[in-house]
């Protein structure tokens, strides 16, 4: 049986490119960029890289990127966004929770929701952080965005997605959050680019800091940090608060 995320994800990578949240792709590699101290020899894989977005922009930059997905539509998509673009991006399609990489790159990357925290158990996100960290070599960086658990904590998820809801976006409706596993469990609404439209029932982990610094401590990650993630603006001065609906991870070996 297909998961949410599958289901979500299919036929739907034309659309997506359209969506509010895709749209920080500049300023969050800029970002990138610094964090690599401009390093043009660095290797980069982008675990959940969706339609390329990222991997296509670093790569115009003129950085090696492997760009992986599970969703076949978003991988077809990035490679035919590669081509017209005439970038040298290699696209595959993996899934996250069992990965080939060893010690092959210097920074990994995943960006809005790639890959971890949708799976369905925590022991699956676990792996792909680990799979993350096995794919680095011996000095380098994770970096990626995660759901804030504290946000939850202060805040109804519910009110957050209707009030920040924008005419062509996917809607989600029905959010419910459980106090004892951090997870949110919603209806979410989407139109693919066949125009189906679809109901589906999406379960997506919140994490607190506390546990991001457990887990990637016990993957050997000797600094951790952890700020605020602003759309296009990620900022090592962004301290993160309860306001801060998403987080961002920067854990170095």
Not at 175 to 186: G, I
């Amino acid at each position: 049986m297909k998961q949410w995320y599958e289901i979500l994800f299919e036929n739907y990578a034309r659309k997506y490119d359209k969506e509010n949240f895709t749209q920080g792709t500049q300023g969050e590699c800029d970002f990138i960029e610094k964090e690599l101290a401009f390093d043009k020899e660095a290797k980069i894989l982008d675990i959940g890289c969706g339609t390329g977005r990222h991997a296509l922009e670093l790569a115009r930059r003129g950085y090696d990127v492997i760009g992986i997905d599970l969703s076949e539509s978003f991988i077809a998509r990035a490679r035919e966004k590669a081509k017209m673009q005439k970038l040298n991006v290699e696209f595959q399609r993996y899934d996250a929770r069992n990965l080939p990489f060893y010690g092959a790159f210097d920074l990994v990357i995943m960006i809005c929701e790639g890959a971890f925290p949708l799976m369905e158990t925590d022991e699956m996100n676990f792996q792909i952080l680990h799979n993350a960290a096995n794919a680095l070599n011996n000095h380098g960086k994770l970096i990626f965005t995660t759901l804030n658990g504290l946000f939850p904590l202060y805040h109804s998820v519910k009110d957050f997605m209707a009030s920040n809801h924008e005419e062509g976006n996917v809607i989600r409706e029905n959010n419910s959050f459980d106090l004892m596993t951090f997870r949110d469990k919603s209806t979410t609404y989407v139109e693919d680019d066949n125009g189906n439209k679809k109901a589906i029932e999406c379960n997506e982990r919140y994490y607190v800091p506390s546990e991001i610094v457990w887990m990637l401590k016990s993957l050997h990650f000797k600094k951790i940090h952890i700020y605020g993630a602003k759309l296009g603006a990620f900022s090592r001065l962004d301290q993160l608060t309860s306001e801060d609906y998403e987080m961002l991870v920067i854990a170095e070996k």
